[in-house]
């Protein structure tokens, strides 16, 4: 019997076409591409401030994100799969 004090996660919409389900594409790299496809999307935007937890192996693909949409980042570290990441707009004007 599971301890019913641990929180329990789930997708509010299944990723039906990764592998665990029987699809083709390999879980993981789709679940990161979604995550990294969602900033991207994020970012765009424009928002002044993004806080968002992602996995420490899209650290690097986050970074280049921020970059191309000229956003300060800061990643520090959570865990040893989660970072916590706060993405500020730099302002039109300032030097990289």
Known sequence: ???????EYGLVMPFVTVASKGG?????????????????VTLASGVAKHDVTIRATCEAQADLLAMRYRYHSVIG??????????????AEDADE
């Open 77 to 90: 570290d959570v865990g040893d799969e989660w970072v916590f990441a706060t993405f500020t707009k730099m």
């Open 1 to 7: 019997m599971a301890d019913e004090s641990e929180p």
């Open 24 to 40: 083709p594409h390999d879980d993981e790299s789709y679940t990161a591409g979604y995550a990294m496809g969602m900033l991207d």
